[in-house]
């Protein structure tokens, strides 16, 4: 099993930046894709960004050039560094990781393990 918390949300304003983390524990050396989710109020759960275990990476259209997923493997944490921030980026954001190499990463249901998610909050 392998248990994922996430933190860093909060409260910012439109344009700022903002780091979540996603800190796994567990069996940890299982995860090959990790990634990170998103959802709004009334709106069904989005892809955000993906790292697979060999680096590579993908974003959603709406985060690209914005948004950076990167993973510290001695600290077994992967990161969201978030910046230009835009109101319609409020939502709660979930970590997600899979211990199949994935070929679909936009895909929440090929995800096994999901944090409890962390709310961020963009005001304009």
């Known amino acids: 099993q392998v248990q994922l918390v996430e933190s860093g949300g909060g409260l910012v304003q439109a344009g700022d930046s903002l780091r979540l983390s996603c800190a796994a524990s567990?069996?940890?050396?299982?995860?090959?894709?990790m990634g990170w989710f998103r959802q709004a109020p009334g709106e069904e759960r989005e892809f955000v960004a993906a790292?697979?275990?060999?680096?590579?990476?993908d974003y959603a259209d709406s985060v690209k050039g914005r948004f950076t997923i990167s993973r510290d493997n001695a600290k077994n944490t992967l990161y969201l560094e978030m910046s230009s921030l835009k109101p319609e980026d409020t939502a709660v954001y979930f970590c997600?990781?899979?211990?199949?190499?994935?070929?679909?990463?936009?895909?929440?249901?090929?995800?096994?393990?999901w944090g409890q998610g962390t709310q961020v909050t963009v005001s304009s």
């Open positions: 567990g069996r940890t050396f299982s995860m090959n894709t």
């Open positions: 997600a990781a899979s211990s199949r190499v994935l070929t679909f990463w936009t895909r929440s249901n090929e995800y096994e393990y």
């Open positions: 790292l697979g275990r060999a680096g590579g990476t």
